[in-house]
């Protein structure tokens, strides 16, 4: 019986054209980093961010879309937008879902996919900045149920280097896709590597 396997999916490097992109990219190699970004034709997809450590990870991501020159999105618990900085979480591009249909996350998500042309959402398969055993796998049933592919973005702090990697649509094979996923960032290391577990899923049946 064949074994399902991930479609790769075309990318291309980004090159600064925009002034903000240019501004991003300058930023950035002031302080001694390297952007290397590649982007499939299609600006629907999950993007993964992780290593996840540290607060200074946000601002790098804020910083890889100014480099980017796309808009990325983000989700947050419903009741951030209703205070008086829910005009920022929106223009810097946050989602609002609301945590206690926790059942119906997956669905709200992948509603928001639907209702758009381009969104490039960020998600931490840690969910935590300290160190977590397994990923969470909602990133992955988000993708196959909208149909998008999923981006490997990345932040080395050994290399001072973030970017956005490869692109695949997911096979349906989650361990065969989660060990490709395991070998990008295998050499990937956070700023507080103490912090950074393993790449893999709880397994079923596995309590929290």
């Known amino acids: 019986m064949d074994v399902p396997q991930a479609q790769r999916i075309e990318t291309r490097p980004v090159v600064p054209k925009t002034l903000g992109q240019k ?28 290593p996840h450590t540290s607060n200074w990870d946000f601002l790098i991501m804020l910083m890889l879309r100014m480099c980017a020159g796309v808009p ?34 997956v669905s709200q998500i992948v509603e928001s996919f639907n209702q758009r042309d381009q969104m490039m959402l960020v998600i931490t398969p840690e969910a935590t900045r300290s160190r977590s055993d397994y990923w969470k796998s909602g990133f992955y049933h988000i993708a196959r149920q909208a149909g998008v ?35 990008f960032y295998a050499d990937k290391v956070g700023k ?11 397994p079923p049946g596995e309590q929290p």
Not at 24 to 49: T, Y
Not at 161 to 180: H, K, L, V, W
């Open 23 to 50: 501004l991003g990219h300058a930023l950035m190699r002031s302080f001694g980093w390297r952007v290397e970004i590649q982007l499939p034709e299609q600006r629907k997809c999950v993007l993964i961010g992780a």
């Open 192 to 202: 507080f590597p103490e912090n950074q577990g393993q790449v893999r899923l709880r």
């Open 149 to 183: 592919p999923i981006a490997l973005g990345y932040v080395d702090f050994s290399r001072r280097q973030t970017g956005i990697g490869p692109c695949f649509m997911p096979s349906g094979n989650i361990e065969s896709d989660m060990a490709m996923i395991r070998d």
């Open 72 to 105: 990325f999105h983000f989700i947050g618990k419903v009741e951030l937008f209703r205070g008086p900085m829910g005009w920022l979480f929106r223009k810097l591009g946050g989602i609002p879902v609301d945590r206690r249909r926790r059942a119906n996350l």
